[in-house]
């Protein structure tokens, strides 16, 4: 599953959108549909700030967030990205009992509709196969969050560049090359150096 696909996905801060490719989840959205609370959010709002307890999960139904975090300078870093018709939030640390650890922050008006994790572990225990699909989105996060390491440790930066663009070949009608840059963990002026090359080899 691709960044901006349109198809159904799950993004609690894993890698972009592979989950569509591998759960059947369909049950799990309409959860949110008939029982969760519609709220629209503006530009630049946040749905959470790290270091909350705040015990929601969020269905995207229009619009995009991001997930950042600041280091110890103040300096703020992007995490991820959550698109339409995606399930997102910071699902792991609710699980554990956690507070939040990652800021999520509409980059576009966005409309969305909220349940408590409460209701959501209520869900999982309903059946055997909630259960499995609840157990299921655990395993794919863990399996995400590898695949972004092994990216950052593995990939240079232009094959991390290339990867998203094959994802999401619209991602910058949606997030500034800045964002972008710090996404990739390279500078601007690294990211911009990249895209010269690319078109430089693709006119060659």
Known sequence: MYLCSNKKAIHFMGEFNIYNEILDFSDFIHLFMDKGKRIDLKKNEYFCMAGEHFPFIAYLEKGA?????????????????????????????????????????????????????????????????????GRRIAEVILFSMAQRLKSVYCNTPEERYLSLIRKCPDVLNRITLREMASYLMITPETLSRIRRRIVLKRKS
């Open 65 to 133: 967030f991001r997930y950042t975090c600041d280091d110890a300078n103040g300096k703020e870093h992007i995490l991820s990205y959550a698109f339409e018709n995606e399930v997102f939030g910071n699902y792991s640390p609710l699980q554990n009992n956690s507070y939040t650890i990652a800021n999520i922050q509409a980059v576009q008006n966005s409309v969305i509709y909220t349940l408590p994790i409460s209701e959501i572990n209520s869900f999982f225990n309903s059946s055997m196969d909630a259960q499995l699909l």
